[in-house]
């Protein structure tokens, strides 16, 4: 999980490093990271530079969704493993968790068209509708 994170907090930091110049002031370089998630996600993700606790599903599902939908579909793999452990399911469901994405893959993601939001609403009303056990 740490690991997750730690990950997570690098691709987010070279997002931002990319995104600035070396000329750029602070205060340009938070006005960039506002635009960016302000316009990505409808309100910030992030507090004191680091992402918000109630934001880390969000913000996971919002950068690797393609990863995502791909793991779905096989009932496996690091990046649902990881949707997973964000989302509170325990360690012990995880295959539970994984082959239930894959049987519900049409559900969960419609179209082409749908957003990481609408698949993780999808999501969180699934596990609550099966009971499944979170932290």
Not at 1 to 24: E, R
Not at 91 to 106: G, I, N, R, V
Request: with cysteine; hydrophobic share 40%; charged share 15%.
């Amino acid at each position: 999980m740490k690991q997750v994170i730690g990950l997570f907090s690098i691709a987010v930091l070279a997002l931002l490093v990319s995104a600035c110049t070396f000329k750029g002031s602070t205060k340009q370089t938070t006005d960039t990271t506002s635009n960016v998630t302000g316009t990505t996600s409808g309100k910030s993700w992030f507090e004191g530079g680091l992402v918000r606790k109630d934001q880390e599903v969000n913000a996971f599902a919002d950068l690797n969704f393609e990863n995502l939908k791909q793991d779905m579909a096989m009932g496996r793999g690091e990046y649902l493993a990881s949707l997973g452990s964000l989302m509170g399911v325990t360690s012990a469901h995880q295959d539970e968790f994984c082959a239930l994405t894959q049987t519900s893959y049409t559900t969960l993601v419609r179209s082409e068209q749908t957003t990481p939001a609408e698949m993780l609403v999808a999501l969180d009303q699934m596990l609550a509708t099966a009971g499944a056990p979170r932290n």
